[in-house]
């Protein structure tokens, strides 16, 4: 699978963005998608997915209720909107996939095969 993320971009606290994640190579249909996102400084971090099946979501604490992750499978696409945006969101975000990764490992980095490159959010105060 290659993944292709786009969408970053810089806006002012309190806007909203969407991300994309495009796939090839396979179909998104019954393959787990996620975002993780690299802050300035820091090591990447988990940000929201949805599993293999689609009907399962989870979200780290930092996001959960601003952001929420969606697919279409016609477009073979991910997107992560994220609403009401804070300076701490500013990072390098990237898409995951994985054919088979469980539910219980959908936070853990090291757990995803696929990766596109990152796309840059930038969040000014």
């Known amino acids: 699978v290659q993944l292709q993320a786009s969408g970053g971009g810089v806006v002012q606290a309190g806007e909203s963005l969407r991300l994309s994640c495009a796939a090839s190579?396979?179909?998104?249909?019954?393959?787990?998608a996620g975002w993780f996102r690299q802050p300035p400084g820091k090591e990447r971090e988990f940000v929201a997915a949805?599993?293999?099946?689609?009907?399962?979501?989870l979200y780290s604490n930092s996001v959960k209720g601003r952001f929420t992750i969606s697919r279409d499978n016609a477009k073979n696409t991910v997107y992560l909107q994220m609403n009401s945006l804070k300076p701490e969101d500013t990072a390098v975000y990237y898409c995951?996939?994985?054919?088979?990764?469980?539910?219980?490992?959908?936070?853990?980095?090291?757990?995803?095969?696929?990766w596109g490159q990152g796309t840059q959010v930038t969040v000014s105060s």
């Open positions: 995951a996939a994985d054919a088979s990764i469980i539910y219980s490992s959908l936070s853990i980095e090291t757990a995803w095969d696929y």
């Open positions: 190579g396979r179909t998104l249909r019954n393959v787990a």
């Open positions: 949805s599993s293999r099946t689609g009907g399962g979501t």
